[in-house]
C-alpha cells in the first residue's frame, strides 16, 4: 500500500484521537462527526457512549458515501451513575471538578467501526482516582484552558495528571481512544497498523 493512502477515516477533530492513531501507525484521514451529543431521558453512560460512537462514525460514513471504513468514538465520565459531561463555562468545570475530589470516577470509551459489512463496537471501561484538590487549584487548572471541550473538565495525558491518584484500566482509553480495543475492531476488519507514516 502506498504510504499516501489512508486505510481509514476517523470521524473527530480531536488532536488526542489523532495522535493516538498515529502513535499505533494507522494511515488515517479526519471529518469530525458532529451530532447532538444531548443525553436521552434516563439513558444510561454506557448506551449514551455507545450511541455517540456509532452515530458520528455512521454520520461520516454516510456523508463520505462509504468510500473509507470510519472510526467513530465517544467518551464520558460517570460518577454516582451521572453522566459529567464538557463543562459550557468556568463555574460548571470547577463544580465538576470538586465533586471529583478525592474520590473514584468511571471513564467510558466506546469506538465504533463501520465498514461496507458491519458496524462493530467496543467500549473500554476505566477507573479513575482523584487526590483530594482545593478551590484555588480548581480555578488555577481552569485558567490553563484545558478543561474546556474535556468529559469531566480534566485531560489525564496533560496538566490534569496532577489530579489523578490512581488508574485502573487503560490510559489511552481515559485520552479518547483505547488502543487495545481499537486494533482488535482495526485488524477484525483487516485494516493495517503499524504501518510506515511519511
Not at 97 to 104: F, I, M, V
Not at 172 to 189: H, I, K, N
Request: aromatic share 8%.
Amino acid at each position: 500500500m502506498d504510504a499516501q493512502i489512508p486505510s481509514l477515516c476517523l470521524a473527530s477533530a480531536s488532536p488526542r484521537r489523532q495522535q493516538l492513531l498515529q502513535q499505533i501507525g494507522v494511515r488515517f484521514v479526519t471529518a469530525a462527526g458532529d451530532i447532538d451529543e444531548s443525553p436521552l431521558l434516563d439513558e444510561e453512560p454506557a448506551i449514551y457512549v455507545e450511541r455517540l460512537a456509532r452515530a458520528k462514525a455512521l454520520a461520516v460514513w454516510e456523508r463520505r458515501g462509504g468510500d473509507l471504513a470510519v472510526l467513530g468514538a465517544d467518551t464520558t465520565v460517570v460518577l454516582d451513575g451521572e453522566i459529567l459531561g464538557k463543562p459550557t463555562d468556568e463555574y460548571d468545570a470547577v463544580r465538576m471538578l470538586a465533586r471529583l475530589s478525592a474520590r473514584e470516577h468511571l471513564v467510558l470509551t466506546s469506538v465504533a467501526l463501520v465498514t461496507a459489512h458491519r458496524v462493530a463496537l467496543c467500549t473500554s471501561y476505566n477507573k479513575v482516582r482523584f487526590r483530594a484538590t482545593t478551590s484555588a487549584e480548581r480555578q488555577a487548572y481552569w485558567r490553563t484552558g484545558e478543561p474546556l471541550g474535556k468529559a469531566g473538565g480534566y485531560a489525564i495525558q496533560g496538566y490534569g495528571a496532577v489530579f489523578v491518584d490512581n488508574l485502573q484500566g487503560s490510559f489511552s482509553g481515559v485520552m479518547g481512544l483505547p488502543l487495545t480495543e481499537t486494533a482488535e475492531l482495526l485488524r477484525d476488519a483487516e485494516i493495517p497498523y503499524w504501518e510506515p507514516i511519511v
